[in-house]
């Protein structure tokens, strides 16, 4: 099995939405924000080639699909697709991706399925992939709450509907991903958000995505401004870290800046910390 992290489209958003109700005091110990409160931000996914030779894709990070002015809005610098540039780099084109879960379908986790902006109308970037969305975070994207609606893009659920190749996930298996992968399901950031748990002979890999975006988040009550519900966050984080922790869990960052894998630490005080780790 081969694993790899991909970097993407690099983003900034503000500080104090990213951080929720915690002060800037504290937060501008984790993270430094430039002249308009925007703090740096990865949209990281993970790559991975199983041993029957099968390319998964574990999101695709925000894309370049806005038009400039709302890529200005949302710090993304990069005009083209850096996903799909960087997994050039490692020898993979778009077509030999063969299926990509999704956690959930904010713009930043699956706005890098579209082509860039300057390619003309928007289309999807990989052409025989099977996409994998939880069914409940499906049905949330389709019709959002007023307050989430600017996370998703229309475009894509369309795009994704039309395709032929989406399946919608439901339980904690699925018989097309037979290879250590198990999900578990989340509620406090976005209705059905879908956590991706791959066994590894080191232990649990986790593809927390937004229920942990990095290292500062792993405190359980420290949230986002951007989650639906803040207190089911908190409930949820520690619920999953109680779950796994004695088989000494890695974590994998969508959005951390500099670090993509953390190993989860429990102290004598039952306080949680994460440090920097390999995949293996």
């Not at 740096?40 to 080639?49: E, I, W, Y």
């Not at 710090?75 to 490692?90: D, R």
């Amino acid at each position: 099995m081969k694993i790899l992290p991909i970097e993407g489209n690099r983003q900034k958003l503000d500080g104090g939405a990213m951080f929720g109700n915690a002060p800037k005091e504290l937060w501008k110990r984790w993270a430094t924000p430039d002249e308009k409160n925007r703090i740096p931000l990865s949209c990281r996914a993970l790559f991975l080639q199983t041993d029957e030779g099968r390319n998964i894709l574990f999101e695709t990070g925000a894309g370049a699909f806005f038009e400039p002015k709302l890529r200005e809005r949302y710090g993304i610098e990069e005009s083209g697709n850096v996903l799909l540039e960087n997994l050039a780099k490692q020898g993979i084109r778009p077509k030999e991706i063969d299926a990509i879960i999704l956690s959930h379908l904010h713009f930043d986790h699956a706005g890098g399925l579209l082509t860039p902006y300057e390619e003309g109308p928007p289309r999807l970037a990989f052409p025989n992939a099977t996409f994998y969305v939880g069914a409940k975070q499906w049905e949330r994207a389709c019709t959002p709450h007023p307050r989430e609606k600017a996370s998703f893009v229309p475009i894509i659920q369309e795009l994704l509907k039309l395709s032929g190749r989406l399946v919608l996930v439901e339980n904690s298996h699925h018989p097309d991903l037979n290879f250590g992968l198990k999900f578990h399901f989340s509620d406090g950031h976005t209705i059905g958000l879908m956590i991706s748990q791959l066994e590894t002979p080191q232990g649990p890999l986790l593809f927390i995505s937004d229920l942990v975006p990095g290292i500062p988040w792993v405190h359980p009550p420290i949230v986002m401004g951007y989650d639906r519900f803040p207190e089911l966050t908190v409930n949820e984080k520690k619920a999953l870290f109680e779950e796994l922790i004695d088989q000494q869990p890695k974590l994998f960052f969508t959005h951390d800046p500099s670090i993509a894998v953390a190993e989860l630490k429990r102290d004598a005080q039952g306080k949680y910390s994460a440090f920097p780790s390999s995949l293996y």
